[in-house]
């Protein structure tokens, strides 16, 4: 089993060493006094119509992984390569005609929509912006993508406010759709709903990508939503990958202590079945100060002394990637040096 | 809409005559009287009970009460002003309309001023024009507008002689106004309401600018913001038309409860640079214990205080599709 | 003392402010030209029934002399007018703008004395109880009717309705009767002999009978006359709009020939910083009553002239006499000795002040010239003070008797900064000998309204003096109760000769009655009488034949004129 894209279909992203550090100012003068490393040099690839799944706990730089890779905010370092094409360094205009290939699906129902906008208005504008058809056409693909997002095309000029949580996210994915991209970055798009609305969307996703062939950066909180849908999973903790892997695989054989306390988080369908769960002490660290060494080892609870002092390698077993110290040490059965 | 509207105005009906009875017994109650106006030892105090007669100050507050009430609302007449020896309606129908022109320049360059810093305020967030901005906004907002309008007079009215641009006190150059063509008096006009409607204005629009800012900010931070870039909108229209028509919606309000702030302004403001308005025969009255008029220029800015709030949730439902108003 | 500095810093500014780019004191040409020009004060013969023929021609050399016609003059004024009908008119621009509008019987003379205006000459009768008026018969109104005697009936008759309420109706009281002898002939029958006479039959304005005979006496507070008038003076009414200004322009038709001016407006400026300012930068050409804090810069203009007229008004410290902390004569006068009056004039009159040592100022014919007086001393104060009793048992530092510390409130009104300030210097000097005093600042009509309820214990306020030599509404007992006597002062011997002094016809006997009545309030000294302002008026250098005098700086307006290369309007 392979975890790279290339291997099935060619590369539609690779993102190499990206960066996003944010600058905390204080004082009168407004002065940078630090910086906070949201994310801090991470590596991956998706492929066409290949969907990666990013988890981590609130606060990790997940969603900074999402905006960076659609230059929604500006990496500060790294590259992002898009159907080869840098975007880190695109000139404005020619971003903006990117922007039809790639979209963003956002949390937040309830925000991500102009509060006074119609939602013709708002499924319709990048149409306009970017000289798709006539007036009359657009409506007619506006009204044709809200049917393919489950939404009554009736309901073209009412405004979001007078949307359930469901339908304002199926407004979210119609907007995102219309321009049919060929990546979306889905940021959390199920967390911010009810239960039992989360499927409805994510087997609309499901569905729409196995429609149109699409790419989906995916990002969650929690393994269980990613599972489903992702082709393969990255772990993020406190702005690196700590774990990358073909899904089922990941699932099945977490290597990285942090993925198995994530995965003994997740319920399980099957109450039979118990499984030990690991708590981990302690809250997420601060990124405007993180740990030295492994960054996880103040909340490890296999954490050794050399976690403290040295940053764990990236480790390849058979595509499946994992950074740590300990896991290196069982599997290449000696003690890893700095 | 329309319906509400109405009701609206129905509602403020029981109002403002709440407040025009407070009023009266309220300014009856000051010490002193309207007589007092006449006191000199050349006066006899005979010929003060012929004053207070004639006016019917000598009669039970109850019955002066019932009269002034009967008048207001049966023939809609607000009595004679006794310090300006005419009906108050004449003299308030000179002074309002002064009142309002400068109000709504002051209103105008309080919006524009405010908006516009605000605006770039926030999209050069933390730059030297932000930092100049704010700290200048500060000063603005927290300078009394007499001394501001003192400053600005001596500073540009004639205090320096080589500053001196602009005319110190009233409307129009009294002497040769008649004269002048059409286009020289509009010139005449305008540089008579500079002043006072800096005055007035520049301090809410320290204000607004301060809210503008951060309301763009906040908004900024919107999510849709982002939907709107990922939608390939250049930086220009993302920041006009999704982020300030957002952010504008909260400054509906601030506008519309500014009103009454800026009528107050206005009494101080006409003071300084003898603006002819509401506000110094507000000062007047009060001072000179005018009843009627007292309570007309009360009742206005009551019933601006009504219209105020009332064309600002018109708006914010107008501009915001959420609100219904019902 | 640096609380002052504080209060008038504001004023400061302004000099200091203003002062520097623009003023270029210097040996320019026009320097050597005299600009502070000082007002003579002349001996008042207000009680006078003759002609002073040295003033009437003075007077007619004008129209005699070769003059130039045009220009405006602006007038800056503090407050706006209430009503250009003398009838119901209570504010002071109003009856500067009814003087160029509409004559009286008589004019008044520098010396108070009665010049022919709308009558030519007058006389009375043998018993002196009938005065005659002989009127011109070329005045006309400015709608064309001409002015007869019966506008003189008419308006007298109106002055004294008890249903319109003009303000000087007492003037009047002891006239029993106007009558129509011609159409150009009037008399004025009087209840009794007293020497003001002539004063009260000629006081207020001619109406025109024609116009205001349709207004019923209750209507004539709001009649549209008091806004549009229609007089026969120098001036015709032009425009009035109300806080802006008001405009009058040259009767063509003026019995006496135009006046050179084309327009006098009087500017409404509710603001003295900027009515200054205006003077300075040319905006306006006239002020009178200038603060005396804005001299300095204002007379460095070589475009003012500044006149100095002697003061019409007093301020005082007046101390309830119902008070037994104010009974004994001796703490009064203490109480005077304690107070720097000198300091308080050099400090917030800038020396623009005199101290007074009676009620009776040097411009009034009544005045003494050597009244008792209790100079600053605090010395002698607390040796007073002392012998009353008022000593400093405790040794806290203030003094006190049968335990009672000697401490009282000083009111005053709001809105008048030297009286303010006033208070703030007082409170030191009385804490000098051991007095505590406590400011309180009241808005005026609560200030008067204590005052006419007696609740107060030491106020400072201010009496403008009038022509007439009159003391009984502040000073006579049986003005304590609804009149202006608010101290209380009650005197049977004052209040004998001041009744006697009034009617006395004799005036050197009248002076000797008034002397000794002066000496007795100063003697008693319910007021510590602080200090007379002088008056302070700046006009425009262009305008030429400016005579101001002690009756008013509007003496000889309607002679103002231009010289045509100088007219800037």
């Known amino acids: 089993m392979s975890t790279e894209a290339s291997k099935n279909s060619e590369v539609l992203l690779r993102v190499e060493h990206l960066k996003n550090y944010f600058p905390v100012r204080q004082g009168l003068l407004s002065r940078v006094t630090a910086y906070v490393k949201a994310v801090d040099d991470i590596s991956f690839e998706i492929g066409v119509g290949e969907t990666l799944g990013l988890v981590g706990e609130s606060g990790c730089g997940k969603t900074t992984v999402g905006h960076s890779v659609l230059r929604l ?266 | ?252 309000t601030i506008m519309g409860l500014s009103l009454p702030f800026l009528f107050s302004g206005a009494v101080i403001v006409e003071q300084v640079f003898g603006w002819p308005g509401m506000g110094r025969v507000a000062v007047d009255a009060a001072f000179q214990r005018d009843y009627s008029m007292f309570l007309a220029v009360n009742l206005i800015f009551g019933a601006m205080v009504v219209v105020g709030n009332l064309v600002a949730d018109i708006l914010y439902a107008m501009v915001d599709p959420r609100v219904r108003l019902s | 003392m640096n609380r002052i500095v504080r209060i008038t810093s504001l004023g400061l500014f302004f000099t200091s402010l203003s002062c520097s780019p623009s003023s270029t004191p210097g040996d320019s040409p026009s320097d050597s030209a005299q600009r502070v020009i000082e007002v003579e004060a002349r001996p008042d013969r207000g009680r006078s029934e003759e002609h002073n023929l040295e003033f009437e021609a003075r007077w007619n050399e004008l129209y005699n002399t070769p003059h130039d016609n045009g220009d405006t003059l602006v007038i800056g004024t503090i407050g706006d007018a209430d009503s250009l009908n003398d009838l119901t008119s209570a504010a002071i621009t109003g009856s500067n703008v009814i003087g160029l509008l509409f004559l009286s019987l008589t004019r008044t003379n520098p010396d108070f004395s009665h010049a022919p205006s709308l009558a030519e000459s007058w006389q009375f009768s043998e018993d002196h109880l009938e005065l005659t008026f002989h009127l011109r018969d070329d005045v006309f109104w400015h709608d064309g009717v001409k002015t007869t005697a019966h506008d003189v009936k008419f308006t007298f008759e109106k002055q004294i309705s008890p249903n319109i309420g003009w303000a000087t109706i007492k003037w009047k009281q002891f006239i029993k009767e106007c009558v129509v002898v011609d159409d150009y002939t009037v008399k004025f029958i009087f209840e009794r002999l007293y020497p003001y006479q002539l004063m009260d039959a000629v006081v207020g304005a001619v109406l025109p009978k024609h116009i205001l005979e349709k207004v019923p006496d209750e209507e004539m507070v709001s009649t549209d006359f008091n806004r549009n008038p229609v007089g026969n003076g120098p001036y015709r009414f032009k425009e009035w709009k109300a806080q802006q200004y008001i405009e009058v322009e040259a009767n063509e038709n003026y019995f006496a020939g135009r006046p050179p001016l084309d327009r006098i ?39 003012l002239v500044a006149y100095i007229a002697p003061g019409r008004s007093y ?154 030599m009159d003391m009984t509404t502040i000073w006579h007992s049986d003005s304590i109760n609804d009149k202006f006597n608010f101290v209380s002062y009650s005197n049977p011997e004052f209040d004998r000769l001041n009744d006697a002094a009034i009617f006395e016809m004799d005036s050197e006997k009248a002076k000797q009655m008034w002397w000794r009545a002066q000496e007795m309030i100063a003697e008693d000294q319910p007021y510590t009488f602080l200090y007379s302002p002088k008056d302070i008026n700046f006009v425009h250098r262009r305008f030429q034949n400016v005579q101001m005098e002690t009756v008013g700086w509007n003496y000889n307006l309607e002679q103002w004129w231009v010289p045509k290369d100088k007219q800037k309007y």
């Open chain 1, 73 to 338: 905010i500006n990496p500060t370092e790294g590259t992002v390569l898009f159907q080869g094409k840098d975007l880190t360094h695109l000139p404005a205009a020619e971003l903006r005609a990117m922007r039809q290939d790639m979209q963003i699906i956002f949390q937040d129902p309830f925000s991500s929509l102009n509060p006074r906008m119609t939602v013709g208005a708002i499924i319709g504008e990048a149409l306009a912006i970017h000289g798709r058809g006539d007036r009359k056409e657009r409506a007619e693909m506006v009204r044709d993508t809200m049917q393919k997002c489950g939404l009554d095309p009736a309901y073209i000029n009412r405004f979001p406010h007078e949307f359930s949580g469901g339908q304002r996210q199926r407004i979210g994915i119609a907007r995102a759709l219309v321009l049919s991209p060929k990546f979306i970055v889905c940021d959390e798009p199920v967390s911010a709903l009810d239960v039992s609305i989360q499927s409805q969307i994510i087997n609309l996703l499901v569905e729409l990508k196995e429609r149109y062939n699409l790419a989906y950066l995916f990002i969650a909180h929690d393994l269980s939503v990613v599972q489903y849908i992702s082709d393969r999973v990255a772990v993020m903790y406190l702005g690196k990958i700590v774990e990358l892997a073909d899904s089922t695989e990941l699932y099945r054989n977490p290597l990285h202590p942090y993925t198995q306390a994530l995965l003994s988080a997740v319920p399980v369908p099957d109450p039979t079945r118990r499984k030990q769960r690991t708590l981990l002490p302690g809250d997420v660290p601060s990124p405007l100060n993180p740990p030295s060494g492994c960054r996880f080892h103040t909340r490890c609870p296999l954490a050794i002394d050399i976690c403290k002092k040295v940053e764990p390698r990236e480790l390849d077993v058979e595509g499946h990637k994992v950074w740590c110290h300990v896991v290196e040490e069982q599997i290449t059965g000696s003690p890893p040096s700095s």
């Open chain 2, 1 to 252: 809409m329309h319906t509400y509207i109405i009701r609206r105005i129905l509602i403020s009906i029981p109002l403002l005559f709440g407040l025009l009875t407070i009023n009266f017994f309220l300014i009856h109650a000051a010490p002193g009287d309207p007589t007092d106006i006449f006191y000199n030892p050349d006066m006899d105090p005979e010929a003060r009970e012929n004053i207070r007669r004639i006016y019917g100050l000598d009669q039970p507050l109850g019955v002066q009460y019932l009269k002034y009430i009967q008048g207001v609302v049966l023939k809609f007449e607000f009595g004679y002003s006794i310090a300006k020896k005419r009906p108050v309606k004449d003299e308030i129908l000179e002074a309002l309309p002064n009142t309002i022109q400068l109000s709504a320049l002051a209103l105008l360059l309080e919006l524009s001023l405010g908006i516009g810093i605000g605006i770039l305020a926030a999209v050069k967030q933390q730059s030297t024009f932000d930092n100049a901005t704010r700290v200048t906004a500060l000063t603005f907002y927290s300078m009394p507008s007499f001394y501001l309008g003192l400053v600005l007079l001596f500073l540009f009215a004639g205090g320096v002689s080589a500053t001196h641009w602009f005319p110190a006190s009233g409307m129009v150059d009294i002497v040769r106004h008649e004269s002048m063509s059409t286009l020289g008096r509009l010139g005449d006009r305008a540089i008579h309401i500079f002043l006072p409607s800096l005055t007035l204005g520049i301090g809410a629009a320290a204000g607004i600018s301060r809210y503008m800012r951060g309301e763009l900010l906040e908004v900024i931070r919107q999510d849709y913001m982002r939907t709107a870039r990922a939608k390939g909108l250049t930086e220009r229209v993302v920041v006009f038309k999704h982020g300030l028509r957002n952010a504008l919606m909260p400054i509906i």
């Open chain 3, 265 to 303: 407006i009087f500017k409404v400026v509710p603001d003295q910083e900027n009515l200054a300012l205006q003077l300075k930068s040319g905006e306006i050409d006239f002020m009178d009553g200038v603060p005396p804090r804005f001299f300095e810069e204002l007379a460095r203009q070589e475009n």
């Open chain 3, 315 to 468: 301020s005082y410290l007046g101390w309830n006499l119902l008070n037994p902390l104010f009974q004994s004569k001796k703490v009064r006068q203490a109480l005077t000795m304690a107070i720097n009056r000198q300091e308080i004039i050099d400090s917030l009159l800038f020396e623009f002040g005199e101290i007074p040592k009676g009620p009776v100022l040097p411009i009034i014919w009544a005045h003494h010239p050597n009244l008792p007086d209790f100079p600053y001393d605090p010395e002698k104060a607390r040796q007073y003070l002392a012998e009353e009793g008022w000593k400093d048992s405790d040794g806290d530092g203030w003094l006190d008797k049968d335990g009672q510390r000697f401490s009282f409130t000083v009111k005053t009104n709001k809105g008048n900064q030297i009286r303010e300030d006033i208070l703030i210097l007082v409170q030191d000097m009385f804490k000098e000998v051991g007095i505590a005093v406590r400011p309180n600042i009241l808005e005026w009509t609560v200030f008067i309204g204590d005052m006419d309820k007696k609740d107060f214990e030491a106020a400072v306020a201010g009496w403008s003096v009038g022509l007439k």
